[in-house]
């Protein structure tokens, strides 16, 4: 029953790179809300990156600079891109498209 699916998590070396990928059931381009998070046992939801329409884009402190998120058409996904990850970046990372929410993917810096 799930709406909003995440992919692209996995295991990074510091300073590498990944592009997380969200897509749901309706077109992105109807979504003026969408948002990324990630958790990480014992600690609360943290708000990484969003979109909130108007072509307004906002990013958290920590990963300013090194985060970027797009709204891919073609692809139907809302995506996030991650550059010089660090140990700290790791992660389960959470879409929210609107009101729906992913299960989340998995990111792992290590060396």
């Known amino acids: 029953q799930a709406q909003v699916v995440e992919s692209g998590g996995g295991l990074v070396q510091p300073g590498g790179s990944l592009r997380l990928s969200c897509a749901g059931s309706?077109?992105?381009?109807?979504?003026?809300?969408m948002d990324w998070y990630r958790q990480v046992p014992g600690r609360q939801r943290e708000f990484v990156a969003g979109y909130m329409g108007d072509g307004v884009y906002t990013y958290a402190d920590v990963v300013k600079g090194r985060f970027t998120i797009s709204v891919n058409a073609e692809n139907n996904s809302f995506d996030l891109q991650m550059n010089d990850l660090k140990p700290e970046d790791s992660a389960t990372y959470y879409c929210?498209?609107?009101?729906?929410w992913g299960q989340g993917t998995q990111v792992s810096v290590s060396s």
């Open positions: 929210l498209l609107g009101r729906d």
């Open positions: 309706q077109s992105i381009l109807s979504i003026f809300n």
